[in-house]
């Protein structure tokens, strides 16, 4: 197998991807190229080009070390630095209507995803069956994570169900396409937000005012970033990843206390290190 893929080298490999990263947001920044970008979204070809290169036997996760390393350190360390921007104050600001909408809408997806494939299931059993890790319910748990929580959060359950690689390239694709024409509707509606709130009777003031709040934070702690900003910035990040493996090495072994919780999430180092880092 590993003498089929054209290129084994992990610094090379790892130069590719970014390189194709870079490629891909510089190009996406060009005006001549705005109308490609507008039906071909930025971030399906961000999962695409890698994958076509795996499909052509240029490179392959099968034979390379740095999945690994993405999984461990690199993850946990975005779940760190995206959920310490979070303004959790302003969140609870926003009222109890904001908050109901917000959990309502988590609530349906978790069981949302469940009805749909039980919903399938009875027209078109094949299309939501599958063994062990090719089991469809695996990838709907994958991509239900990026709706609740991005992409980070969505790697993280490929990683606890371990949903199979060679299908979950095709439902991230569809997942893409599919957000991307809903998203049309979104900008097309967010352009008459006054009228459709008049028509639902919707208050959006709450909205409005942490807009404005936010805008004037921004502004007033922007600054460009120093080479100390970003050492904290690592310190931080990195500080967290090792914290979140050194208790996920002691919160794995919670089965001696609790014996049910054996063979499930709960005795996964993963899953502390990403709780942890949470």
């Known amino acids: ?5 054209l290129i084994t080298d992990d610094a090379v490999v790892l130069g590719i991807l970014v390189t194709c990263l870079g490629l891909i947001f510089y190009t996406a920044q060009h005006r001549s190229l705005k109308n490609f970008y507008k039906i071909v979204p930025a971030l399906l070809l961000c999962y695409l080009i890698p994958s076509l290169l795996s499909t052509f036997g240029v490179i392959s996760p099968k034979v390379s070390g740095l999945w690994p390393v993405a999984k461990n ?3 946990p360390a975005s779940l760190i630095l995206m959920t310490l921007s979070t303004d959790l104050k302003g969140v609870v600001r926003l009222g109890p209507k904001a908050l109901i909408m917000f959990f309502t809408a988590t609530i349906g997806i978790i069981i949302g995803g469940p009805v749909a494939i039980l919903a399938t299931s009875l027209f078109s059993p094949e299309t939501v069956g599958g063994l062990e890790f090719d089991a469809a319910w695996r990838g709907l748990a994958t991509l239900a994570g ?6 980070a959060n969505q790697t993280a359950m490929l990683e606890l169900y371990q949903f199979n690689p060679e299908k979950y390239g095709g439902m991230i694709t569809v997942d893409i396409v599919v957000a991307n024409i809903w998203m ?3 900008l097309l509606g967010a352009g008459k937000a006054d009228k459709i709130d008049r028509w639902l ?3 959006s003031s709450v909205i409005d005012e942490l807009k404005k709040k936010m805008e004037s934070y921004s502004s007033n702690v922007e600054k460009t970033t ?3 900003d970003l050492i904290k910035i690592a310190a931080i990040a990195l500080g967290g990843v090792g914290l979140s493996h050194f208790l996920g090495n002691y919160l794995i072994k919670c089965e001696q206390i609790f014996p049910y919780f054996k063979d499930t999430v709960f005795t996964s180092h993963f899953f502390w290190v990403v709780v942890v880092s949470t």
């Open 1 to 5: 197998m590993e003498n089929q893929i």
């Open 73 to 75: 350190y690199f993850l």
């Open 146 to 151: 990026s709706w609740i929580g991005g992409g």
């Open 184 to 186: 049309a509707f979104i």
């Open 201 to 203: 009777k919707a208050d």
């Open 226 to 228: 120093s080479f100390n």
